[in-house]
Nanobody, 124 residues
Framework: QVQLVESGGGLVQTGGSLRLSCVVS????????MGWFRQAPGKEREFVAA????????YYADSVKGRFTIFRDNSKTTVYLQMNNLEPEDTAVYSC?????????????????WGQGTQVTVSS
């Protein structure tokens, strides 16, 4: 059974930075794309970023381009989300997700396993 465990969330001021981590166990990692999604109170879950199996392709939501960076360490079966210049609108529960293929995508249906999430709160 695949397990995804996120960490690194917290409270930060506007303009601050956080790095989220997601450790994957119980399944293949090196040949599968990974992604991050977020869900703010009262809103639907939305795509944030994804990275393919080889790190040759990354995808970002327009709202985070230039501020967030997704990367992975296959030796540690871990995917990261570096978040810089955070804004109050970034406040949400962030969840990592394991894709169904090596290339991933930006749709919920492209991902089959999910973590519980970690809270990110950005104060103004």
């Amino acid at each position: 059974q695949v397990q995804l465990v996120e960490s690194g969330g917290g409270l930060v001021q506007t303009g601050g930075s956080l790095r989220l981590s997601c450790v994957v166990s119980g399944g293949t990692f090196h040949n599968i794309a990974m992604g991050w999604f977020r869900q703010a109170p009262g809103k639907e879950r939305e795509f944030v970023a994804a990275i393919d199996w080889s790190e040759s392709r990354t995808y970002y939501a327009d709202s985070v381009k230039g501020r967030f960076t997704i990367f992975r360490d296959n030796s540690k079966t871990t995917v990261y989300l570096q978040m810089n210049n955070l804004e109050p609108e970034d406040t949400a529960v962030y969840s990592c997700a394991r894709a169904n293929t090596e290339y991933g995508g930006n749709l919920l249906g492209d991902f089959g396993s999910w973590g519980q999430g970690t809270q990110v709160t950005v104060s103004s």
